[in-house]
């Protein structure tokens, strides 16, 4: 099914890896397209409660694979051909998205884990916005996520410096979430995921919605877009769920319905 990546569902969370280790995971045209259709079937798939993207090797993505540029290239028309519905697909995503950082995150590979919902570092993990080291932009959304996520005057010294962040620098400046100790790295990935697979699924959409919603809409049109989703989030069995646990005094046991 998948050349360039691997994709498994297990005990709820589906992993999306990144597998072009001998590259640093960078990427060509065909790791964009699968990306993009591993996180579309991610999202269709109802056992499928989170997604975690990784990569495979040392690296996580080093960005894109310079073997496949040439001087006569429309660097435009590669967005919009293949980063663009990448990165759409992923923000459209309604299922909580984990960045996974194994290692170095550079260029559009630093774009990828920005466009996830949470990010956790190795201790042996790090982003850079190479792109000016080419002589290039940030693309497929760094900037409208970098602004949002450290404001602009961080953004902008990101981008232009394109100075490597560490691990614990990124979770310092609330780029990532948590920085995890290499050796705990896989079981503390897993702990996170599972604990994201275990929450109500539908709600956890519905606070995507709101959070996307709450750049773009006048605060009157937000309360407007809040309400609907509240009443859609009211009308689903793991609110039931939620009450009644809490009625009885136990654990609830969602189901993502």
């Known amino acids: 099914m998948f050349e360039t990546i691997r994709y498994d569902v297990n005990n709820g969370i589906a992993t999306i890896r990144l597998h072009r280790p001998d590259k640093l995971n960078a990427f060509i045209s065909q790791m964009n397209r ?7 079937t991610a999202s269709s798939d109802n056992e499928v ?7 495979e090797g040392r690296a996580f993505c080093s960005g894109q694979d310079l073997a496949e540029v040439d001087e006569n290239m429309d660097h435009g028309q590669v967005l919009r ?9 992923i923000h459209h995503c309604e299922k909580p998205i984990v960045a996974a950082v194994n290692g170095v995150a550079a260029g559009a590979g630093f774009s990828l884990a920005l466009a996830c919902d949470f990010r956790l570092m190795s201790e042996r993990a790090s982003f850079i916005n190479a792109f000016i080291h080419v002589g290039l932009i940030p693309d497929s959304g760094n900037l409208y996520y970098l602004t949002q996520l450290v404001g602009r005057a961080k953004a902008t010294e990101l981008a232009i410096l394109g100075e490597k962040v560490s691990g614990a620098d990124a979770v310092e400046m609330g780029l990532a979430n948590k920085l995890i100790e290499a050796d705990k790295w896989e079981q503390d990935v897993e702990a996170f995921a599972a604990r994201l697979a275990a929450l109500p699924t539908k ?9 996307n919603a709450a750049s773009d809409l006048s605060f009157e049109d937000y309360l407007e877009q809040e309400a609907q989703g509240q009443r859609a989030a009211g009308l689903t069995a793991d609110h039931r769920e939620g009450v009644t646990a809490f009625m009885e005094k136990r654990e609830p046991a969602y189901t993502g319905q």
């Open 203 to 211: 709600a956890i959409g519905l606070i995507k919605r709101s959070l």
């Open 81 to 89: 051909d293949h980063y663009g519905p990448m990165v759409k697909q």
């Open 34 to 40: 699968e990306v993009t259709k591993a996180v579309k």
């Open 49 to 55: 409660r989170c997604i975690v993207i990784t990569g």
